[in-house]
């Protein structure tokens, strides 16, 4: 999927989106305290809502916590705000939330992988099976070895022995989760 053409698409359909807006008046003896909008087309508009909210997280996970707060409620200034940014990622495409790790080898030492653009959906797909199967703690413990490391081979002994201190079904788990993604159950089937 080209992002760009995907934005763009995000885009035109919720400019499309911002004319089935309309207000509905609060009523009396009602408890509402603000204006209350709905689409003329809710089942497309929350369908598109939705799109975003994936696609963000997806490409884009920093941008989540803006789209929350704009799209909790509907109201005109919420949509606009919805589009805004998607309007700044069509302005700035290339731009990716987590840093590129550039490690340089050192003789003697583990190496561990470049993250790059190519390879952010693998990325956030792999943390989004180990944090569905960790606790928090254990979590805070694995980014606590990884970070505060001396030296790649240290770290990489550290980190065998804390995970070998994880139950016995929690490290299955996560590999079985990767192992059933469609993308890597049909890379598997070519080998």
């Keep these: 999927m080209n992002l760009e053409n995907r934005v763009n698409q995000l885009i035109l359909e919720g ?14 003896g009602s408890l509402q305290l603000y204006p209350n909008y709905k689409s003329k087309e809710n089942d497309r508009y929350q369908k598109w809502k939705y799109v975003v909210e994936r696609f963000l997280t997806a490409y884009y996970p920093s941008y989540i916590k803006p789209f929350k707060e704009v799209s909790h409620k509907l109201t005109p200034n919420n ?9 700044s990622i069509q302005e700035y495409p290339n731009t990716w939330d987590r840093p590129h790790i550039t490690q340089e080898k050192k003789e003697g030492t583990a190496s561990f992988p470049i993250v790059t653009p190519n390879l952010q ?18 979590l805070k413990d694995i980014e606590h070895i990884i970070h505060n490391k001396e030296d790649d081979e240290q770290t990489l002994k550290l980190l065998i022995q804390y995970l070998s201190t994880i139950t016995s079904d929690s490290i299955p788990r996560i590999l079985a989760r990767i192992l059933m993604n469609p993308t890597v159950s049909q890379g598997l089937s070519r080998y």
């Design 15 to 28: 400019e499309k989106l911002s004319s089935t807006l309309i207000f509905k008046p609060i009523q009396s």
């Design 121 to 138: 959906l693998a990325y956030e797909f792999l943390w989004e099976a180990i944090r569905d199967e960790l606790t928090g703690q254990q």
């Design 79 to 87: 949509h606009a705000g919805i589009l805004a940014i998607l309007e």
